[in-house]
């Protein structure tokens, strides 16, 4: 649905996009990953037509941005990041307004204004003006406006950043929902977001894709040094000292001490082969393994380590 | 048809506040009250021979057109400048609609606020044909011109708005530039003659003149157009600005 080859965006001599290529399938979630300045914003801002690539191209649904311009925004709806939109129009009025100009017929209008007011549970702020929302109502406005015209693809700039907690969910869940009928492109540097609404996750820095992958996939590929809790029954220092000198084991972290019982949480380069070892080594010595738990990466760790690795390569 | 949708919301935007009702009403506040004034002076000394022709072609040239001069920075200064500074332009830019549509719909927008000025205008020349009918021929011509001058004033205040994102500069700005354009052949014994005349060629004063003497000369209307199509063409370069710069 969205295909994109060897994108890159210059301004005057600073390289924001680096040559991206990629392709988001019908239906998808795609999420797009990367720390601030990284090129999530350029990248987006070029799939809606906002500005023409310096190379490369882009089709939308099989339109090439370049070849018909007006038909590939036609199939995207977009809420650019930190929208404010304008404070001196109705919600009702606004939206409106967005669905004429993206070509919704006179007779379908009223329609479709009142059904993305349903949808983005904005039915009791629908006569008021804009300039009177929270933020979290100016999101959903933002994000029906992106959607009255029930485009092919939703391309969403930071959807969730400066809402309350509540507001995040339920903005998630909307876009969960939509995710299936229209294929969503997300960009966010809070990573849970991710692992929670995307089927599938790009990692962007310095203007590159260093790593493509569903969430899952991704923490799997990645867990190369993972983490393990482990409690044992003996005798304290010999139980530390007899795990440290495993072979596979990186570091190890005391987590308490309770009479000869050591809980610990050890980082290993190969985490199967360090339990295998581990087990072992306790059934030999005679003391009691009361856990051995692999600690899931969070998306955070992997994602501090696929930018430090991806600069290390590149150094 | 897209455009018109963003010119019904452009009105939607300056009927939602309080300055076209405030400027409205200063406007012909103060155009009514300098009606009376003037009008009462040409009758009381009566200035040559054509009373009526003479006050007719001051009070537009220097009350309705001076005023509009004045009036219209306020109208231009927020149609980019504010969408810029609130980061809707990038919805705009993103919507399907080309460049010109939008600038075109800016454009089309402010000039039908200016035509509730000019209809407010229409009472004093029918105040006076009440008392005593006269030829209303040189009124198209004086209208005309006026239509052309606000046009050329909200191209100048569209392009001005287009480069910055604050109102505040957007309309001293703009301001300044008509402003130069009006008076800049005002002081002839300042500059040789041969600058003078070149100054008149550009200076929307002499231009808007002939109109105001009730003429429909081909060579100021093709001034007029030629300066709208200046501004408006700057500001498409402007609003084109974003592929190299990178920013709204």
């Not at chain 1, 005057?12 to 999530?40: D, Q, W």
């Amino acid at each position: 649905m969205i295909e994109v080859r060897d994108l890159v965006k210059e301004f005057g001599s600073t390289r924001a996009v680096a040559g991206v290529t990629f392709t988001v399938r019908a239906g998808e979630i795609m999420g797009l990953l990367g720390p601030n300045g990284s090129g999530k914003t350029t990248i987006m801002r070029v799939l809606t037509g906002f500005f023409p690539p310096t190379s490369g191209s882009v089709a939308i649904g099989g339109v090439a941005i370049d070849d018909d311009p007006l038909g590939a925004r036609q199939r995207i709806g977009y809420l650019p990041e930190n929208v404010v939109l304008y404070p001196e129009l109705t919600v009702a009025r606004f939206l409106a307004f967005c669905a004429e100009v993206k070509g919704v017929r006179k007779g379908e209008l009223r329609v479709r204004v009142d059904e993305v007011i349903e949808r983005c549970g904005l039915v009791e702020v629908a006569g008021k003006l804009i300039g009177k929302l929270s933020k979290g109502y100016r999101q959903r406005v933002g994000i029906a406006q992106a959607i009255v015209h029930r485009p092919q693809v939703l391309i969403l700039d930071e959807p969730t950043v400066g809402l309350d907690p509540r507001q995040v969910i339920e903005i998630r869940e909307l876009v969960r929902s939509l995710g299936g009928a229209t294929t969503v492109l997300l960009s966010t540097h809070i990573l849970p977001e991710i692992s929670m609404t995307c089927n599938r996750v790009m990692i962007i820095d310095y203007g590159r894709i260093i790593a493509e992958d569903t969430p899952e996939g991704l923490s799997r590929r990645l867990r190369g040094s993972d983490e393990t809790r482990v409690r044992v029954a003996g005798p304290n220092r010999e139980v530390v000292e007899a795990v440290r000198v495993l072979p596979q084991v990186e570091t190890l972290r005391q987590e308490s001490v309770e009479a000869d019982v050591v809980t610990m949480v050890v980082c290993a380069s190969d985490g199967d082969a360090m339990r295998r070892s581990l087990a072992a080594m306790v059934v030999r010595r005679g003391w009691g393994l009361l856990e051995l738990r692999p600690l899931p990466m969070s998306l955070e760790d992997l994602f501090v380590r696929v930018v430090r690795e991806e600069r290390e390569v590149a150094q | 048809m897209r455009g018109v949708a963003l010119v019904r919301k452009e009105l939607a935007s300056y009927f939602a506040g309080p300055l076209v009702y405030v400027v409205v009403g200063a406007f012909l506040g103060a155009t009514g009250y300098q009606f009376y004034t003037t009008l009462n002076s040409y009758v009381v000394f009566g200035f040559g021979m054509n009373i009526l022709e003479n006050f007719w072609e001051e009070f537009f040239v220097n009350k309705i057109g001076f005023y509009l001069l004045i009036v219209v920075p306020l109208f231009t200064m927020r149609l980019l400048a504010e969408e810029r500074r609130l980061g809707t332009i990038e919805l705009l830019y993103t919507f399907p609609l080309r460049d010109r549509e939008i600038m075109l719909a800016k454009f089309v927008a402010c000039l039908s606020v200016f035509l509730i000025f000019l209809a407010g205008t229409l009472l004093y020349p029918a105040i006076v044909y009440h008392i005593q009918p006269f030829d209303v021929r040189p009124f198209i011509a004086r209208y005309l011109g006026t239509l052309l001058f606000l046009g050329g004033c909200i191209a100048c205040g569209l392009f001005v708005s287009s480069l910055t994102e604050s109102q505040v500069i957007a309309s001293s700005s703009t301001f300044i530039i008509l402003l130069a354009f009006w008076i800049m052949t005002w002081n002839e014994a300042a500059v040789s003659s041969s600058l003078a005349t070149a100054l008149s060629q550009v200076s929307t004063f002499d231009h808007y003149h002939g109109f105001a003497r009730g003429v429909i000369d081909l060579k100021d209307v093709a001034y007029f157009v030629m300066f709208i199509a200046l501004f408006l063409f700057l500001t498409l370069c402007s609003m084109g600005s974003r592929q190299w710069r990178g920013r709204r």
